[in-house]
């Protein structure tokens, strides 16, 4: 089993990267690296290494893998960055951030259901990933205590760009966040410089919506 869930995330690998969602070796060697399947209820397990969302329980999914990749190609994070993720859900988008940042870099995963937020650092503790900090809060805030972050990564859609969001991101640092209503949004990149930000619209897309007191 295991031998052949290996096989399925190199398919998988090889697909997203034929159809130019994965761009660099250090992402490709990321999402081959991290399983997928242990991020997912057991029920569907089978289903792990297809390219489509699927749901992980408390109304809540888990993102397709060529979203998760272009997203993670497109944040351009480096060796030792301090990452900031909100929507972290069961862990799976945190695991991969982890993997290209490596053990000098640190993720900061905030997640605002603790049922899920416990299924993610249950999950980081058996695989050993301890370069990732889960916590329980209203990401649309944002989490001041670690602040200030290199790089932003939302993954729900927002009505609104919240400013506690841009406020913790660094001088020259970058964000991901769709942007838009409950059903569909366009993923914009952020880039702060001497405290304004440069918009970059990337496209349609189509998240849960972000909760909490700057989100539905």
Known sequence: ?????????????????????????KVADAMEAVPRHLFI??????KAYMDAPLPIGSGQTISAPHMVAMMIEELDLKEGMKVLEVGGGRGYH???????IGES??????EILPELAKKGRDM??????????????????????????????VACGAPSIPDPLIAQLKENG????????QYFQNLFRITKTKNKIKKEDLGGVLFVPLKGKHGF
């Open 124 to 153: 980081f503790n058996r695989l050993n990933y301890n370069n990732i900090k889960i916590v329980v809060a209203d990401g649309s805030e944002g989490y001041e205590k670690e602040s200030p972050y290199d790089r932003i990564s």
């Open 41 to 46: 209820p057991v029920s569907m397990s089978h």
């Open 105 to 110: 870099g640190e993720v900061i995963s905030v």
């Open 94 to 100: 945190a695991a991969v951030i982890s993997r290209v």
């Open 174 to 181: 970058k964000m991901l966040i769709p942007v838009g209503g």
């Open 1 to 25: 089993m295991k031998g052949e869930k290996i096989k399925q995330r190199k398919r998988l690998v090889e697909q997203l990267k034929k159809t130019g969602y994965i761009k660099s070796k």
